[in-house]
């Protein structure tokens, strides 16, 4: 295997200086917790010492073609949504893409990770122009209460796996408020963008929106979704008007595929984009490069 061959992921190929970052890290101890500046230009607390925060730590930003696809759909003035906000990196990054004028509702329930939201929200590094930001400590589902955040056996590995639970079962878990987005989305509010990883409770978030679903007052909600397609969350999406997409990542940009084949094969991203206006979405989605690369942050 060649080892220069990490080199020509779109991390490094459109984005050169982010290489002698990764080397310099390479040959410096591995610190527990680290503040990082994103492409954009605001800084985040990550752990290098799991998959979320190693990325972010080595390459600059997580999870390439979701943070593209959120920064090129979301338009100034915006408001979005951060369901699963996890550390922050698409708060932020939504943050910065909304502006001033912009609107950013950020959702995360475990205590450790909404600690690193708190951080992005007040550090003084990130107080710059950019959307009100809004944090809530609660999950998502389709009703108001409490709850279980089990955060998997593997937490010390990777802070991105944590599922609602209704019961403590493995002696891991953390107790959660619930809550709904028709309850915190005031009524006469139109959303851009919506980002959700919940880690399989997805249609428990959006029977909780079944309000502002109908209304179709949220145009893009960008989302992960690992059970088999078409999957239950495709059918409820589709059923209000949705057109759904499968993003993609080439090295050239990023790119998306209609959602129709009866089942999509194994090695596809798990990443999807349902949308009101299929046509600008194909249009943002487009163009070659990664925009999200080249901000002008630090």
């Not at 390459?59 to 920064?71: I, K, R, Y």
């Not at 090295?251 to 009101?276: C, K």
């Amino acid at each position: 295997m060649n080892p220069l061959k990490v080199f020509t992921r779109p991390e490094y190929a459109f984005r050169p200086r982010q290489i002698f970052t990764r080397l310099r890290r390479l040959l410096t101890p591995l610190p527990a917790t680290a503040v990082v500046t994103l492409p954009w230009g605001d800084v985040v607390r990550v752990c290098p010492q799991e998959t979320i925060g190693a990325e972010i730590w080595y390459c600059g930003v997580f999870d390439l073609p979701v943070a593209e696809t959120l920064w090129r759909l979301l338009d100034a003035g915006e408001t979005a949504l951060d369901v699963g906000a996890n550390l922050g990196q698409m708060t932020s990054l939504l943050r910065c893409k909304a502006g001033p004028a912009g609107r950013v509702l950020a959702f995360e329930p475990h205590p450790q990770l909404f600690a690193a939201l708190e951080f992005l929200r007040d550090t003084p590094a990130n107080q710059r122009p950019g959307a009100t930001l809004e944090l809530f400590r609660a999950g998502l589902s389709d009703a108001a209460g409490e709850a279980w955040l089990d955060p998997g056996t593997q937490w010390q590995a990777n802070h991105g796996l944590g599922r609602v639970t209704t019961a403590d079962s493995g002696g891991r878990a953390v107790p959660i408020q619930l809550s709904t987005l028709d309850e915190t989305v005031p009524a006469d509010t139109r959303v851009g963008v919506a980002k959700v990883d919940v880690e399989g409770h997805e249609m428990a978030v959006l029977r909780g929106a079944a309000r502002l679903l109908e209304r179709r007052a949220i145009r893009d909600w960008v989302y992960e979704d690992l059970a088999p397609q078409p999957s239950p969350v495709q059918a409820l999406l589709r059923a209000r008007g949705y057109s759904i997409f499968t993003l993609q990542t080439h090295r050239r940009g990023p790119g998306i595929r209609a959602s129709d084949m009866a089942a999509e094969p194994a090695d596809l991203q798990h990443n999807f984009l349902a949308t009101l206006d299929p046509a600008r979405a194909q249009a943002r989605l487009s163009a070659p490069g990664w925009q999200v690369l080249s901000t002008g942050g630090t």
